[in-house]
Nanobody
């Protein structure tokens, strides 16, 4: 079994900062991509940022220049530093990881979700 456990999030005023963390544990052989998605009320889940196993980062246009994703491979952990937060960033943020659990099996795993609320 693989678990992704998120921490961080909370309530912040517009212009403030928050940091999310996500640690993967369990039967892990290799972690490929790790990243973050978010889902606002009444909207579909959307991509926020990712860090590939090769070290490439990708960001949604809406967060470029404000959010920074980082990864600690030793700890199987991914972080999302969110600066200059806006009310429209309010959402539940989900960690995602693509993980090989054996030589033949690879799957996507999700964290439990972290509420981020930005007040105006």
């Amino acid at each position: 079994q693989v678990q992704l456990v998120e921490s961080g999030g909370g309530l912040v005023q517009a212009g403030g900062s928050l940091r999310l963390s996500c640690a993967a544990s369990g039967k892990i052989l290799i972690i490929n991509n790790m990243g973050w998605y978010r889902q606002a009320p009444g909207k579909q889940r959307e991509f926020v940022a990712s860090w590939t196993s090769g070290g490439t980062t990708n960001y949604a246009d809406s967060v470029k220049g404000r959010f920074t994703i980082s990864r600690n491979n030793t700890r199987n952990t991914v972080y999302l530093q969110m600066n200059s937060l806006k009310p429209e960033d309010t959402a539940v943020y989900y960690c995602n990881a693509n993980i090989w659990i054996s030589l033949w099996t690879r799957d996507d795993y999700w964290g439990q979700g972290s509420q981020v609320t930005v007040s105006s």
